[in-house]
Structure formats: C-alpha cells, structure tokens
Nanobody, 123 residues
Framework: QLQLVESGGDLVQPGGSLRLSCTAS????????IGWFRQAPGKEREGVSC????????YYADSMEDRFTISRDNAKNVVYLQMSSLEPGDTAVYYC????????????????WGKGTPVTVSS
C-alpha cells in the first residue's frame, strides 16, 4: 500500500519559517514527481510547488517562489518544503502528493495523497 506522510506543520508567527517533510511507505519516492498542495478553510486545494523525480524540474505557484523552496533527498526518501517569511494567508493544511510526472502542478496531475499537516501563521 502506497502511503505518503507529511510532517512539520506547526503554529508559527508571521515572518517565521517552517520546513515540511514528505516521506513514503510502501514505495520509494525517487520514482515519482512530488507536489506540495495546500487547502485553507473554505477554499479549494491549490498547488504550491512540484518537483520532478530527478529534481531537474521544479514549479512554484505565483508569489511563493521567493519564499518557498522545494527539494528532495532521494537517498533518504524524503521531499522537503522550506517555507520562510510566512504570512497569515499561508495558513492551511499542507498535503504532499505523488505522480509519475507533473504537468502544471495541479490536483489532477497527482495520483497519491497524504493526509496533510496543518500550518497556522498567527501572532
């Protein structure tokens, strides 16, 4: 059974930083493109960032590229999302997802999903 597990979500003050991690059980991440998505209360799930299996291609949603960095360590079977300069608008549940590859880093690109980790940005 393929499972993705997110971790690292927390309550953080505006301007702070967090690093989210996505790990897998039942398969190795190095064969898959991985995406980070988020869903705020009352809003649709949106793509944040995606990275190809080899890390040769990345995508960031507008306004996030300057603050967020996606990376992967295939030897450790983990994908990270480093987030800095966090704003209250970044408050959401963050999900990682996997696919053979990604096109536009949208929900329909992905085949497998984790259960999410909550991030709250508040003073």
């Amino acid at each position: 059974q393929l499972q993705l597990v997110e971790s690292g979500g927390d309550l953080v003050q505006p301007g702070g930083s967090l690093r989210l991690s996505c790990t897998a059980s039942g398969f190795t991440l190095d064969l898959y493109a991985i995406g980070w998505f988020r869903q705020a209360p009352g809003k649709e799930r949106e793509g944040v960032s995606c990275i190809s299996s080899s890390a040769g291609r990345t995508y960031y949603a507008d306004s996030m590229e300057d603050r967020f960095t996606i990376s992967r360590d295939n030897a450790k079977n983990v994908v990270y999302l480093q987030m800095s300069s966090l704003e209250p608008g970044d408050t959401a549940v963050y999900y990682c997802a996997a696919a053979q590859d990604f096109n536009l880093c949208v929900f329909s690109d992905m085949d497998y999903w984790g259960k999410g980790t909550p991030v709250t940005v508040s003073s």
